[in-house]
């Protein structure tokens, strides 16, 4: 083969790795993709872990969750942006996220999946008390 076939196949291969993997979700990631859709216009890193502490009952660190934002939107699944100061005097800016069409189709796909593996399993989990 010559260098540059090989250079074709290995690119051809790591399109094909990122395409299979590319919906795939930790369970850390989905619920901060959820709740920001959930939270809409008011999706900042304070709202965000309230609302995942009172789900879960458990709160994520802060750096856990500034690290995950950003891995979200290097995937492509959030876009943020600076909200416009607060009105009061030295009032701050906050960072806003929003989904991407990328991140809808990430927690569609991640439905999809939670739905095909409870399918059938509704009854015998209620039967588990």
Request: aromatic share 10%.
């Amino acid at each position: 083969m010559t260098f540059r076939l090989i250079y074709i196949y290995v690119f051809k291969l790591k399109i094909y790795i990122m395409e299979k993997h590319m919906y795939e979700l930790t369970k850390h990631e989905e619920l901060i993709l959820l709740a920001i859709l959930k939270l809409k216009e008011n999706a900042y890193i304070i709202t965000l872990r309230r609302h995942i502490k009172d789900i879960t009952g458990t709160s994520i660190n802060y750096g856990s969750m500034c690290n995950t934002l950003s891995a979200l939107i290097r995937k492509g699944y959030l876009r943020s942006r600076e909200s416009d100061p607060e009105p009061r005097q030295g009032g701050r800016r906050k960072v806003l996220y929003s989904l991407t069409p990328e991140g809808r189709r990430a927690l569609k796909k991640a439905y999809e999946i939670q739905k095909l593996a409870w399918d059938g399993l509704e009854k015998t989990i209620m039967e588990c008390d």
